[in-house]
Structure formats: C-alpha cells, structure tokens
C-alpha cells in the first residue's frame, strides 16, 4: 500500500497529470534528481505524505506507458477519494459513485476505471497478484 497526499501532489503538478504521475513516480521509488536541472529537483523538499491511498502504484507506474496520462492521473485523482479506514475495517477497494458525481463521462471512457452496481472499481487493484 502507497500512502499519499492527493491534495499536495494536485497543487505541486499545478493540475498537469504528466507532473502528476512524476511526483508519484518519484516518491513511490523513492527517485532523487539528478542535478537542479532535472524536472524532479522542484519537488525534492516537499513532503507528500497523507491518508489517500494506492494498493498496487508500482503495476500502475509501470503499465502507465499504455495509457494516456489523464487516464492515470483520473484513476489517481478518484482513488484519493476513497477512505483509507473503510479498506482497513471492511478490505473496501472501490468508490461510490456518488462521490464523483461530475465525472462520470471521465470514468466511462477511462480504459482503467469501470462502474459496476454503482461502484468504480479500479482496474489495477482488482486484479489477482501471480505468485
């Protein structure tokens, strides 16, 4: 489990989702730019810790190359949505729709997000892990 600040990362990427999927990038392999001219040497103070959570962000990041960008950064903007107590008492991996009212059209055509009895299920987190 990758925990994150949805809110922070929003803010630092000033709403580009390819900034957006940097930063997690970065703080999940824990990346360290390489000089100040390297597009990660902006964000290497800040703290990007929080209670919004990802089950699986490293199959994500690295099946990120068969998506467009917006794609990925929807399906990280609604998994921030979700509650980090209700997967920890009830193993709950899905958001209610009501929570995304007005993105619906974003969730229907995102090839990584599906509605099903009124709830998204994130594709990543809902496959099995082979052992």
């Known amino acids: 489990m990758?925990?994150?600040?949805?809110?922070?990362i929003y803010e630092e990427a000033q709403g580009s989702s390819v900034a957006v999927l940097e930063i997690i990038e970065m703080v999940y392999y824990?990346?360290?730019?390489y000089n100040k001219y390297d597009s990660l040497y902006k964000y290497r103070d800040?703290?990007?810790?929080?209670?919004?959570?990802?089950?699986?962000?490293?199959i994500l990041l690295d099946m990120s190359f068969r998506y467009d960008p917006k794609e990925v950064a929807v399906y990280i903007a609604l998994a921030a949505r979700r509650k980090l107590s209700d997967y920890i008492a009830f193993g709950r991996k899905t958001l209610s729709v009501r929570h995304a009212p007005n993105l619906i059209n974003h969730i229907e055509n995102n090839r990584l997000l599906y509605i099903k009895d009124g709830q998204i299920h994130f594709v990543y987190e809902e496959a099995q892990r082979r052992i």
């Open 2 to 8: 990758f925990l994150f600040n949805w809110k922070k």
């Open 46 to 58: 800040v703290n990007f810790s929080g209670d919004s959570f990802l089950l699986e962000p490293g």
């Open 30 to 33: 824990r990346k360290i730019p």
